[in-house]
């Protein structure tokens, strides 16, 4: 199967410092990766979507500036939780999709728990 | 822009028994519909998918109805086990992007032995 890797996973910060966060497809390539954010006993939200060679398309409501998301290669998108705080903890989820037979399939990584103190 | 609800929001079964839990979407666009599995602290992992072109799927002690007409899919689980305990996500979305789906907002399973 297809296998997604996710570093760190965790990391605690103290507020106003930046955290990133490193999601890697091992296995296959990856134009298009997603990042997640999940609050405790919550679903998963769509922050955005990371298109390598391009810029990110952010969901509704996600501030780009304060969740810089960089996609340089076909198996590594970057997110960086820029000046963080503690409304920013959360666990962080990452996706990259694997084409089939013009359909793909998603992969999630194992998260990121981020803790801001 | 799609809305998935998914119901129940907790479901206790005891041991062997059957597990069913149920989703509706919104746009009659969406036709691919997965489910994932995650346990407490872990990745989500997709479990079965099904897309549009056909009305159920079975894979061992699980299977997955779509109704495109009344938009709606249910995930079943037969056999339960202690180990099937986890919360189960329903999504909608399409078939060629499907990082983009909807999720549901979640079933905690528990499979008393």
């Known amino acids: 199967g297809a296998v997604v890797s996710q570093h760190p996973s965790w990391v605690i910060c103290k507020s106003g410092t930046s955290v990133k966060i490193e999601c890697r497809s091992l296995?296959?390539?990856?134009?298009?990766m997603f990042w997640y954010r999940q609050f405790p006993k919550q679903s998963l939200m769509l922050m955005a979507t990371s298109n390598e060679g391009s810029k990110a398309t952010y969901e509704q409501g996600v501030e780009k500036d304060k969740f810089l998301i960089n996609h340089a290669s076909l198996t590594l998108s970057t997110l960086t939780v820029t000046s963080a705080h503690p409304e920013d903890s959360s666990f962080y989820i990452c996706s990259a999709a694997r084409w089939g037979q013009s359909t793909d399939t998603q992969y999630f990584g194992p998260g990121t728990r981020l803790t801001v103190l | 822009g799609e809305n998935v609800e998914q119901h129940p929001s907790t479901l206790s079964v005891q041991e062997g028994d059957s597990a069913v839990i149920k989703c509706t979407y919104s746009?009659?666009?969406?036709?691919?519909f997965p489910w994932y599995k995650q346990e407490l602290g872990k990745r989500p992992q997709l479990i079965i998918d099904?897309?549009?072109?056909?009305g159920e799927k079975k894979d061992q002690r699980i299977a997955v109805t779509l109704n495109k007409t009344a938009k709606h899919f249910s995930l079943h689980i037969t056999e339960t086990q202690p180990e099937d305990s986890a919360v189960y996500f329903c999504a909608a979305g399409h078939n060629t992007n499907a990082g983009k789906s909807t999720f549901g907002d979640g079933t905690t399973l528990t499979v008393k032995p």
């Open positions: 746009d009659s666009a969406s036709n691919y």
């Open positions: 296995d296959f390539q990856a134009t298009t």
């Open positions: 099904i897309r549009s072109n056909v």
